[in-house]
């Protein structure tokens, strides 16, 4: 049976909406900080983590973005009821109903998503979204004062959701936060298990934990541009196109549990695409592959226009329903995109150039 690996499940615990990542922070200083050749951080909340080989080898730059989607407290009216804004691409038609966690600086206050009732409404509001001005958030409070004895303008929220855990004893996960706290993993067990045969590698390796890729892929900016890499790999999240309605000739066919989706496009390297194919090949891991024609919405997107250009790949953990508050990945997936990476790591050489 499949079990989930303890790293990542405090990973995705942990409450990181975009610009306050602190948690995710701490989870990853602790498995990382000591285990490394390296370890540091920045300015905009980036998390290094650096396996040192030789500096005549080239510089490996792995990114899994350990930000996720929230909102942030704007407003409290004069009955306690607080207005919010989003962080990142939220789906509007989930936000009500749910309940929240505000993250304050005194702790975490519980809250719920208001909304008028069903039978409140307009006929003409019923099949309606709601903007995001028309919901509020109730902590319960009977006044401005009691609320802002709790809550501070500017406060972030993420949702309440169940822990992570296995579905029906299949290897299909359900949590919050996959995206991309699966990606954040993912590039620090790289390191973690290529770290006892580093002697046998022929490059450097920064594992990297970026921060604000929801909101821009600006972490990931600074990261690519201080750490000066040879190669670029991001690891995201990718959408497995296996639902009930979808139409594969609108979106690139991609199932949960079919094995890692590698991109190729404009943002992509040719040559970094083909070598991961090759590597894939030849460690029999299976893999799909996702055509995207745009500069997509990873890190992959600052890292291949930083300096002079980095050669970039992007390898995706197929993911159903991105953005919500239960996402649903595959176990065997996670685990075959760090092999994938392993093998990547273990075929650069010094001699390797990627211009075309
Ligand atoms: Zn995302």
Redesign the pocket.
């Known amino acids: 049976m499949a079990i989930i690996p303890e790293f990542l499940r405090e990973l995705m615990i942990a409450c990181s909406p975009s610009g306050h990542e602190f948690e995710a922070q701490k989870v990853v200083d602790r498995y990382m900080a000591k285990a490394v050749d390296e370890y540091r951080k920045d300015t905009i909340g980036n998390r290094f983590a650096v396996l040192k080989t030789n500096d005549q080898n080239p510089m490996l730059m792995l990114s899994g973005h350990m930000d996720e989607l929230g909102f942030s407290v704007t407003y409290i009216d004069e009955k306690g009821f607080l207005s919010f804004d989003a962080i990142?691409g939220h789906d509007r038609g989930i936000i009500p109903g749910r309940r929240v966690r505000i993250l304050s600086q005194n702790g975490n206050v519980l809250g719920i998503t208001g909304k008028r009732a069903v039978h409140l409404l307009d006929d003409d509001e019923i099949d309606k979204v709601p903007k995001l001005h028309e919901l509020w958030i109730d902590i319960g409070a009977k006044s401005e004062e009691e609320a802002k004895k709790l809550v501070r303008i500017g406060d972030p929220v993420v949702y309440e959701t169940p822990e992570t855990a296995i579905i029906n004893d299949t290897s299909n996960v359900t949590g919050r936060a996959f995206?991309?706290k699966a990606g954040t993993y993912v590039v620090m067990e790289v390191i973690r298990r290529l770290i006892g045969e580093k002697y046998a590698l022929n490059c450097n390796i920064t594992a990297v934990a970026s921060a604000q890729e929801?909101v821009g892929t600006r972490g990931a900016i600074n990261a690519a541009y201080s750490c000066m890499p040879t190669v670029g790999i991001a690891v995201d999240?990718g959408h497995a196109t296996d639902f009930p309605d979808c139409n594969n000739k609108r979106f690139s066919k991609i199932e949960l549990g079919a094995g890692p989706i590698i991109t190729r496009g404009v943002n992509i390297n040719p040559i970094i695409f083909d070598r991961i194919i090759e590597c894939a090949e030849k460690d029999n891991i299976p893999y799909q592959i996702e055509a995207d024609t745009r500069p997509t919405g990873t890190d992959a997107r600052s890292m291949q226009i930083t300096r002079g250009g980095v050669p970039t790949g992007l390898i995706s953990i197929p993911l159903r329903y991105?953005?919500t508050p239960v996402e649903m990945a595959n176990l065997e997936d996670i685990e075959n995109i760090i092999r994938l990476i392993c093998s990547f790591a273990r075929s650069l050489k010094p001699e390797d150039r990627f211009e075309f």
């Open positions: 990142g995206d991309d929801e999240v991105m953005h």
